[in-house]
């Protein structure tokens, strides 16, 4: 992760944000949060996913994540995100490593299709501090989750995750944050999302949000019409300025959608990285150079401001919130 200077981990995800709004290639803050990947293996195999299986499958090491944690607490970082290609519930120690980070002081978060979600690791999870769970679960019938998720079941995965929410409230508490991200093509978001149906699946209140998001190219690498250019203004994309990922044997890659590690860097090359990308000089970057992250609809600032006005009009009660793309 380069040199280490010491931040405080409550201005980093200002200073990285007032670092991308300037394009500021080089200096600045660090990393609002690392991806860190427990393994790259999966129990799943999704539609949506790029992950070719062109790494080598492994299980990140518990003394390698304690030296990344550190790094990650010395350099003013605010959270780990347990997970890039791979199902994180497949690595047997993710309570532990949830756990070192949590008494780190940061944040943590697991991204998970929720198959393996079972009572043993939810108390665990939960137990070891765990912040946040976003649960991927692409459908609300049985027959669309079957063909988004090969070998998904969505009735083992609405059972893990009233289990979980079980678990929750008889730990007496709010954490870790429960959001249900589901992912469908342009066509399917058309139609509403019936929420009696999602109570039925999740229970009442259910999870505390629910997402909805259209596919991302995966940096140009999802061929399919399903994924939709959100915008006409050139804007650098946000995961070379917000995060950082980190696989399973300790390597960084250039971004989140660099699943299958085709751009290994360094922390020179991702000051490098960050100037084309925001001077839109992306053809040396072959997973940047079709990436439909860049397409804005306004300009960022815009598009903060107005969010942020929704949300002081009240925006946050609405328990399903309507979203396209990665922002
Ligand atoms: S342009 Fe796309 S692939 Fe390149 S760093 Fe940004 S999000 Fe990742």
């Not at 994180?88 to 943590?108: D, F, K, T």
């Not at 009572?119 to 692409?138: P, Y």
């Not at 998904?152 to 009233?162: G, I």
Request: aromatic share 6%; charged share 20%.
């Amino acid at each position: 992760m380069g040199r280490a200077p010491l931040r405080s981990r409550a201005t980093g995800p200002a200073r990285w944000r007032f670092d991308w709004y300037l394009q500021r290639a080089s200096g600045g803050a660090p990393p609002a949060y690392i991806n860190l990947e427990p393994t790259n293996r999966c129990n799943l195999s999704c539609k949506w996913c790029v992950s070719s299986g062109a790494r080598e499958g492994g299980l990140l090491d518990l003394a390698i994540a304690d030296g990344i944690i550190q790094q990650a607490v010395e350099s003013g970082v605010g959270e780990v995100r347990f997970f890039l290609a791979g199902e994180p519930l497949l690595h047997p120690r993710i309570g532990e490593l949830v756990a070192r980070a949590s008494s780190r002081g940061l944040r943590s978060v697991i991204h998970t299709n929720a198959m393996l979600l079972t009572a043993d690791r939810s108390r665990a999870l939960i137990e070891a501090g765990l912040g946040e769970i976003s649960l991927s679960i692409n459908g609300i019938d049985e027959a669309t989750v079957r063909e988004a998720q090969k070998g998904a079941d969505l009735a083992n995965m609405a059972e893990h995750v009233r289990g979980f929410l079980a678990a929750r409230r008889a730990a007496g508490r709010n954490t870790p944050r429960v959001i249900l991200q589901i992912i469908q093509s342009p066509l399917e978001m058309a139609t509403p999302l019936p929420l009696h149906r999602l109570h039925m699946l999740f229970g009442s209140p259910g999870p505390d949000r629910v997402l909805r998001l259209a596919p991302h190219g995966w940096g140009g690498q999802l061929d399919s019409s399903d994924v939709v250019i959100r915008g006409t203004r050139y804007h650098a994309c946000q995961p070379l300025w917000q995060g950082m990922s980190v696989g399973w044997d300790g390597r960084v890659f250039l971004c989140c959608a660099d699943l299958n590690g085709t751009q290994p860097v360094g922390d020179l090359t991702r000051r490098r990285a960050r100037r084309l990308v925001a001077t839109n000089q992306r053809a040396d970057l072959p997973l940047c150079a079709s990436c439909d992250a860049v397409w804005w609809k306004s300009h960022p600032l815009v598009h903060d401001i107005r969010r942020g006005f929704w949300r002081l009009m009240g925006a946050p009660a609405r328990r399903v919130r309507l979203r396209t793309g990665k922002r």
